[in-house]
């Protein structure tokens, strides 16, 4: 199956700071990634949706200017949670499709936590 | 209502039994389904992905589905321990990747 990495796997950080999260396909272009945020003990929550080089599309409630991405490349996507606050503590994965795919494949999530 | 229908469970089945996990839907646009994987602290593996109503198999893995009924399910024959995990069911409008609609997930547990 498709392969897609995320960078980092967990990460902590001070109140107020920005946090930048990768998200990778390994072996295939990926034209459309997906972001998600999960909280414990509930199902996956679509954030946004990107397209290699336009601008993503947020579902309703996420504020894009708190949450950027980047999708610059057909193998790269970035999210940015900026001016985080600890109720964006959460698991963040992403996901992409593309190519021969027929599907969204998962990468494996980042903790953050925020303090 | 929810667009996608799962009990969250928690289902607790012995080793070597056989699982049933079920997902009903209401919308009858949808055409493609998938079953997800998740181990605690992990994202989401692909376990299954079908278009057609009927059965797919896959090693220990069966999914069905019955667009008829708006119903899916999938079956784990000879559940193993590392079975455990949270099942969730997965469903869009057209293929190649496009939105998907979960379920809330089902947690499975597996013990010896």
């Known amino acids: 199956g498709a392969v897609v990495s995320q960078h980092p796997s967990w990460v902590i950080c001070k109140s107020g700071t920005s946090v930048k999260i990768e998200c990778r396909s390994l072996?295939?272009?990926?034209?459309?990634m997906f972001w998600y945020r999960q909280f414990p003990k509930q199902s996956l929550m679509l954030m946004a949706t990107?397209?290699?080089?336009?601008?993503?599309?947020?579902e309703q409630g996420v504020e894009k200017d708190k949450f950027l991405i980047n999708h610059a490349s057909l193998t790269l996507s970035t999210l940015t949670v900026t001016s985080a606050h600890p109720e964006d503590s959460s698991f963040y994965i992403c996901?992409?499709?593309?190519?021969?795919?027929?599907?969204?494949?998962f990468g494996p999530g980042t903790r953050l936590t925020v303090l | 209502q929810k667009e996608v229908e799962q009990d969250p469970g928690p289902l607790s089945v012995p080793e070597g039994a056989i699982v049933s996990l079920n997902c009903t839907y209401s919308?009858?646009?949808?055409?493609?389904f998938m079953w997800y994987r998740q181990y605690s602290r992990k994202g989401p593996e692909l376990l299954m992905y079908?278009?057609?109503?009927g059965n797919k198999e896959d090693g220990r893995f069966t999914a069905q589905v019955d667009k008829s009924s708006k119903y899916i399910s999938l079956f784990i024959r000879d559940s193993q321990p590392s079975d455990s995990a949270t099942y969730l069911c997965?469903?869009?409008?057209?293929?190649?990747?496009?939105?998907?609609?979960f379920g809330t997930g089902t947690q499975l547990k597996v013990e010896l």
């Open positions: 072996d295939f272009q990926a034209t459309t």
């Open positions: 996901s992409a499709s593309g190519g021969q795919t027929d599907t969204q494949y």
């Open positions: 990107s397209n290699e080089g336009s601008k993503a599309t947020y």
């Open positions: 919308n009858s646009a949808f055409q493609y």
């Open positions: 079908t278009y057609s109503s």
């Open positions: 997965a469903m869009s409008f057209t293929g190649g990747g496009n939105k998907l609609t």
